[in-house]
């Protein structure tokens, strides 16, 4: 039992399974918007390495060595701290490959790229005036979870959405509704994360909504956006007719699979419940379609 738990904290504490995240979100974009899969290789790619670049890289520069003296890190940051060698040489491999993978991608994918790029970097450089501090955008009251939403949302669906369509068909419903959707569920789950980081973000004074509202009703909070989320596949498939029966049943069973994992996280849990489990979810959204289409 301990290689394999050993095997998850090295998939999940090195942002692998993040990664992996991100290309099973952005693959499902290709199957709901009816994309070709001709051209998809190099985006998914991008969006892996892409990926496990920027978190990883987030997690070494919010680094504070002279901070972790003396004190009980805990299992994660532990392992990141031993790790960081290997994170930081694949990470500039995986910076590597992305750019590589930008050759392949029309121009106009990279002008939509830049300003994710800048919001990423931004995301954790303190620029910004306030009360007295300066702060990056994750320290500023509630931006953190819209930015993480926002970036997600348009990586993995406009981003695709873009390479095939360029940016002339923004009117589209089904792309419309897509996107609409996928922002809420990621808004959704990442409720939980800020749970967890409640204690963390109370003591450098971070404003979350778990903090404003308490624990059980940001749960609640996150439960009533995975069924606004659901209102939409159905909207999608009995109203406008833009899923198949099959991806309609397989996105219902997935949100409620969803439900149940995040109703668990109103309670204190270890780091992998979060980081394998709830984020597993956007694996889960995936699977489900793959299992029942195919």
């Not at 790619?45 to 972790?68: D, G, K, M, P, S």
């Not at 392992?79 to 060698?85: D, G, P």
Request: with cysteine; glycine share 4%.
């Amino acid at each position: 039992m301990r290689p394999i738990i050993s095997l998850i904290r090295f998939v999940v504490y090195s942002n692998i399974f993040v990664s992996i995240c991100g290309v099973a979100l952005t693959h499902l974009t290709y199957l709901l918007l009816n994309l070709p899969k001709a051209k998809n290789a190099p985006v998914l790619l991008l969006v892996f390495c892409a990926t496990y670049f920027t978190y990883n890289i987030q997690r070494i520069v919010r680094l504070n060595y002279q901070e972790l003296i003396g004190k009980n890190i805990g299992i994660r940051l532990g392992w990141i701290v031993r790790n960081r060698s290997f994170l930081l040489s694949s990470s500039l491999l995986a910076l590597l490959i992305s750019i590589i993978c930008l050759f392949f991608l029309e121009t106009i994918n990279l002008i939509a790229l830049t300003p994710l790029a800048i919001l990423s970097i931004l995301y954790v450089t303190p620029f910004i005036p306030f009360n007295g501090k300066i702060l990056s955008l994750r320290k500023l009251p509630f931006v953190k979870i819209f930015i993480i939403s926002i970036v997600w949302s348009f990586v993995t669906v406009l981003f695709p959405y873009i390479n095939e369509h360029g940016v002339h068909n923004f009117s589209n419903h089904n792309f419309q509704w897509v996107l609409l959707g996928r922002f809420i569920f990621i808004f959704a789950i990442t409720i939980p994360f800020d749970i967890r980081d409640l204690k963390f973000d109370q003591d450098r004074e971070i404003t979350t909504i778990p903090s404003t509202i308490g624990r059980k009703p940001a749960v609640v909070l996150s439960e009533l956006l995975l069924i606004a989320y659901a209102f939409i596949i159905y909207w999608q498939y009995n109203q406008l007719h833009q899923l198949s029966t099959d991806q309609f049943t397989a996105l219902m069973y997935s949100i409620s699979i969803s439900m149940i994992i995040i109703a668990f996280s109103i309670r204190r849990r270890p780091e992998l419940y979060y980081s394998f489990l709830v984020e597993g979810t956007m694996i889960i959204l995936h699977f489900g379609i793959l299992v029942l289409e195919y």
